[in-house]
């Protein structure tokens, strides 16, 4: 197009030098020129304001269903995440809150399309069977060990969770579990291995059978101790008089992976949308909503974005 403008000069002036017919000639092919390249300039400009204004074209199957864990709703991170996918996706999410063992379960009859989870022995076994594909490192957090203020068991000065689980059970202080096979009440279960104590059945253990946000209430109504993913202690702190009594602890990481389900677990599984979700949350743009979030309203960030990382090196 500047070629066809850069020629005008030339043509008006050809046409100023010659006789009649070839000023008409000359004059016909200017007005002939300047067509040309305005058409060329609408045609190359008309895409370009196309693209800046059109909304995403609308997928084939717009309804995705992702199965999650309790603590990405009750920490409030899917409320930002959710909105900034479907905006750029043309998607319409449906979240199921659960524990990961039922969102991995939720998955394997088939009943959703992607999971975005952390209970990483759990999930490395549901992609063995075949039931997901493209397990992908998305962010990760930390599990606390919280309790009452008088921390009865003495636990606060303890560095490792499964000494304080100890000290707890000899003194018999009150615990409440979630007991729901999360990834919250696995890594609970694991640490009580570690400590070689079996609380079930005991006076003072109770199995909630709850997710996250209810289990700390049940706590808190019960001063009793208990684990929790640090995000959803600190967007319901503000309600609760338990305090963090041992944290750091490097057994007490806590994982999150995006899995797709396998489509051939059903022919309703939305695969497509399940690409773009999972590659949504490993993007540029979600790793930025996730490095944020709650730094304004709780003075820390609530997780961690781990998008092309080196898993083994995370909390090190």
Known sequence: MKRIFALLPALLLLAACGSGDEKQSATTATVAATTVATQAAVATAAPTVAQATAAP?????????????????????????????????GYKVVPLSLGSGQALATAERGEADVLLVHSPDAERTFVQAGHGLDRRLVMHNDFILIGPDKDPAQIKTLK?????LTRIANASAAFVSRGDNSGTHALELKLWKQAAITPAGQRWYTEAGAGMGQTLQIANDRQAYTISDR??????????????????DPALLNIYHVIRVNPSKSDKINSAGAVAFADFLVSPAAQAIIAGYGKAKYGEPLFFPDAGKDETKLGS
Do not use: H, M
Not at 68 to 75: F, H, K, N, W
Not at 160 to 164: E, F, K, M, P, R
Not at 231 to 248: D, G, P, S, W
């Open 57 to 89: 074209r609308p997928p084939a199957n717009p309804r995705l269903v992702l199965a999650t864990t309790t603590s990405t709703v009750d920490s409030g991170l899917l409320d930002e995440l959710l909105p900034a996918f479907e905006k750029a996706s």
């Open 160 to 164: 490792v969770a499964a000494d304080g």
């Open 231 to 248: 995000a959803t202690y600190l967007a319901q702190k503000k309600n609760l008089q338990l305090a963090v009594l041992i944290e750091r």
